[in-house]
């Protein structure tokens, strides 16, 4: 028989949790979380914080939220870092991203939890991406959903 030891990282609040995902969230994170493509995530993030921001000069392309076949190629053509959470399943409506782990691989491969609003509870999805369309999709988690809080440390009925 064998004995599962946890050890937590020191240094974070593990009975944390935020008063809701879904109302005062800033528009800048919106618009970085529906960005699935890694390294377009953190270009559109420097060029916002610098002020240098201008779809029209840069192009569209950039905040899409996920490439068509030839641009996702283009991209990973140059390399394949490029590649990274680009094969990520797309957000569904009233979805937003609560974690993204970033791995420090060749295809800098993503992993990526979500949730959204399901009646009174909230409902988590997961997803994984790489360099390959054979590596993304959609991942279920358990549990599969939470109830919805009605404050901190307080549960609905």
């Known amino acids: 028989m064998s004995q599962y030891v946890t050890r937590l990282p020191a240094g974070f609040d593990y009975t944390f949790r935020p008063a809701s995902y879904f109302q005062d969230v800033d528009p800048r994170a919106l618009i970085l979380s529906s960005i699935l493509g890694e390294e377009r995530r953190k270009d559109v993030q420097q060029r ?3 002020g240098d ?5 840069w192009g569209e392309w950039l905040t899409e939220s996920k490439l068509d076949d030839a641009t996702r190629k283009l991209i990973g053509s140059i390399h394949s870092a490029f590649m990274g959470s680009e094969y990520l399943p797309q ?3 009233n979805e937003i991203e609560i974690v993204r782990i970033v791995l420090a691989s060749v295809t ?3 992993i990526s939890i979500r949730a959204r609003r399901a009646g009174k509870r909230i409902a988590y999805s997961g997803g994984m991406s790489g360099g390959s369309p054979d590596f993304g999709g959609k991942c279920s988690l358990s549990p599969g959903n939470q109830r919805l ?3 901190r440390g307080e549960r609905c009925p």
């Open 91 to 93: 957000l569904e409506q």
């Open 108 to 110: 800098q491969d993503v």
């Open 53 to 57: 921001f201008d779809p029209a000069v």
């Open 149 to 151: 809080s009605k404050g």
């Open 48 to 50: 916002l914080e610098s």
